[in-house]
């Protein structure tokens, strides 16, 4: 995929949407940990069922259902946020 070329080094995180338009957020996420085995992911989503078993439980930093607010985001990266219930 396009983004895991465009961070040759690897991310520390990757924030990205389950649905893409041109793919799969599970399977972008799970291309870049092969590069980055290191890097955390946080998943967003209009569904409530995610199927984030596809990618290692260390690596998932958490879920969040859109609509969501700034602040949830910022809560989830200082680690006092986890995953949404239910998921």
């Not at 989503?45 to 690596?59: K, Q, T």
Request: proline share 9%.
């Amino acid at each position: 995929m396009e983004a895991a070329e465009a961070v040759p080094e690897g991310p520390y995180l990757l924030l990205t949407d389950v649905h893409l338009e041109d793919g799969d957020g599970i399977d972008l996420a799970a291309d870049l940990l092969t590069e980055s085995p290191d890097a955390e992911v946080v998943f967003m989503s209009g569904d409530e069922a995610v199927p984030i078993d596809r990618i290692p439980e260390p690596h998932v930093r958490g879920v969040l259902l859109k609509p969501f607010l700034l602040e949830e985001l910022k809560s989830l990266l200082d680690g006092e946020g986890g995953r949404s219930p239910g998921l």
